[in-house]
């Protein structure tokens, strides 16, 4: 089992950057299928970006061209830089960990998905304009 604890949400104008950091312990740690999603007031949480144990990467239309995400094996970490932050982006961010290995990045943003990760506890990001 793998336990994630994410850092970094806080309060930020359109337009501005945002990262946000996840450290795992215990488990494969980042070497697996990481992914970080999200969920905003009222909505469904949503797979956002991810990378799997080849380090292909996905992401959600919503985020493609402005998020980032990235992974350092040796630290145990796994990052999520967000830029050109829009009002829609505020959400609770939630770095996960899949169960299983061969998860693919895609595979990972799928509806769906959740019942297959570890979870962090997760994080507010709240984008003003």
């Known amino acids: 089992q793998v336990q994630l604890v994410e850092s970094g949400g806080g309060s930020v104008q359109a337009g501005g950057s945002r990262p946000l950091s996840c450290i795992a312990s215990?488990?494969?740690?980042?070497?697996?299928?990481m992914a970080w999603f999200r969920q905003a007031p009222g909505k469904e949480r949503e797979g956002v970006a991810s990378?799997?144990?080849?380090?292909?990467?996905a992401y959600a239309e919503s985020v493609s061209g402005r998020f980032t995400i990235s992974r350092d094996v040796a630290k145990n970490m796994i990052y999520l830089q967000m830029n050109s932050l829009k009002p829609e982006d505020t959400a609770i961010y939630y770095c996960?960990?899949?169960?299983?290995?061969?998860?693919?990045?895609?595979?990972?943003?799928?509806?769906?998905?959740?019942?297959?990760?570890?979870w962090g506890q997760g994080t507010q990001v709240t984008v003003s304009s």
């Open positions: 996960a960990a899949a169960k299983t290995w061969y998860m693919t990045a895609i595979q990972a943003l799928g509806a769906g998905m959740e019942g297959y990760f570890y």
């Open positions: 215990g488990g494969t740690g980042v070497r697996g299928c």
């Open positions: 990378i799997d144990s080849e380090g292909t990467i």
